[in-house]
Nanobody, 127 residues
Framework: QVQLVESGGGLVQAGGSLRLSCAAS????????LGWFRQAPGKEREFVAA????????VYADSVKGRITISRDNAKNTVYLQMNSLKPEDTAVYYC????????????????????WGQGTQVTVSS
């Protein structure tokens, strides 16, 4: 059973950058579609970015397009979220997610389409 552990969060000034990592256990990492979501205080969890099994297909929320890049390294069982030009509204707990069933080449943007979640990492962007 895959377990996900995020890291890389922290406090950064507006305009700065952070790279989040999510390390996964398990031997079938390369078969999983992966995604990043975030949840700000008092708000619903929202989609940020997703990547397919091949690492080529990606999709982003409109609010982060051009500033955030998702990538994966199947050899390291790790998915990354490179975040540039950060804004205070990016402040949230960031979660990585894996789809460990019905393996597919598609990308998925709904939280309900994932069945494995990390514990989250806090990102705070100061103005």
């Amino acid at each position: 059973q895959v377990q996900l552990v995020e890291s890389g969060g922290g406090l950064v000034q507006a305009g700065g950058s952070l790279r989040l990592s999510c390390a996964a256990s398990g031997r079938t990492f390369s078969s999983y579609a992966l995604g990043w979501f975030r949840q700000a205080p008092g708000k619903e969890r929202e989609f940020v970015a997703a990547i397919g099994r091949d690492g080529v297909n990606t999709v982003y929320a409109d609010s982060v397009k051009g500033r955030i890049t998702i990538s994966r390294d199947n050899a390291k069982n790790t998915v990354y979220l490179q975040m540039n030009s950060l804004k205070p509204e990016d402040t949230a707990v960031y979660y990585c997610a894996a789809r460990g069933y019905m393996w597919s080449d598609n990308v998925f943007s709904r939280a309900s389409e994932y069945d494995r979640w990390g514990q989250g990492t806090q990102v705070t962007v100061s103005s």
